[in-house]
């Protein structure tokens, strides 16, 4: 594990220097849990740097758990209009600020079965307030952790939640603080969900997924090109096997029989005709 991660990072410093993750941020700021469990919240489906910018603005005004459980409403929806879903998570943080305030005295649990009892709080979430607001050994799994470690090859699961117990299992302990963080940055700049950089990245040697794309490349390229007089001479066949064409002779000339009414009205004035003197 040791060896992708200083990977990741020696591939990310060469190609396009990361920029820290929202998290990440938080945690060096030194914000304290509670701007990290309500970042990490608000984090679901939308952009770190939107992220940032709304927690920042959000505590600037509101710096305790009480603080942001008595604010109005619609003051807390203004801020955090900028990212996605704020109307739920507008009413989702100020509910966990009223429970973290009136249970908790203001404190952030620090344990994963407290945590994920929180409105909204999920194994991911709590994961992430364990690793990045109390320094605890975790690993949370986000659509970047779950794709690149079955890429990689070092898991086969389905869900986020099969690949957090797969990766406990198999990842030392010593590694599980840096997993996401690495994972993550390396997902949004290098191993993207389309058209990853596989010819840049630095770990490609130890991937399932470059294994199997190359191999699938040497299988195509290996393949004879069919000559270019057979295919026309197998399209001219598959046209003769469909038969001539309505309204043609068999020479593929244009018939020269006229075709006689169709209709009825049409028939009858023929016949009329023919048989006026």
């Not at 704020?86 to 943080?93: C, H």
């Not at 490609?204 to 190359?214: M, P």
């Not at 004879?224 to 295919?231: G, L």
Request: contains cysteine; positive net charge; hydrophobic residues 30%.
């Amino acid at each position: 594990m040791k060896r992708i991660l200083d990977g990741m990072m020696a591939t990310m410093q060469r190609v396009k220097p990361p920029r820290m993750t929202a998290l990440r941020d938080l945690h060096d700021a030194h914000t304290g849990p509670f701007s990290i469990l309500i970042g990490t919240i608000l984090s679901a489906r939308t952009r770190d740097e939107s992220t940032t910018k709304v927690v920042k603005e959000l505590f600037a005004r509101y710096k305790t758990p009480r603080e942001l459980a008595r604010a109005r409403h619609r003051d807390v929806e203004r801020i955090v209009k900028p990212i996605g879903f704020y109307r739920v998570k507008s009413r989702r943080i100020m509910e966990v600020a009223r429970i973290i305030d009136t249970k908790y005295g203001g404190r952030v649990p620090d344990d994963l079965e407290t945590l994920v009892g929180l409105p909204g709080v999920g194994r991911k979430t709590a994961n992430c307030v364990l690793v990045y607001a109390f320094e605890k050994p975790a690993i949370p799994v986000d659509i970047h952790v779950h794709r690149i470690s079955n890429r990689l090859g070092l898991v086969d699961t389905r869900t986020p939640e099969e690949t957090e117990a797969a990766l406990t299992k198999k990842v030392p302990k010593r590694h599980w603080l840096h997993v996401n963080d690495i994972f993550v940055m390396y997902g949004q700049n290098i191993c993207k969900p389309v058209s990853p950089m596989c010819e840049v990245c630095g770990i490609r040697s130890l991937c399932k997924y470059y294994a199997n794309s190359a191999s699938l490349s040497k299988r195509e390229s290996r393949r004879p090109a069919q000559p270019r007089q057979r295919r026309k001479t197998e399209r001219k066949t598959a046209g003769s096997a469909r038969g001539p064409r309505k309204g043609t002779r068999r020479s593929g000339r244009p018939s020269s029989r006229r075709a006689g009414p169709s209709s009825p009205a049409a028939r009858k004035k023929s016949r009329t005709r023919s048989q006026s003197p």
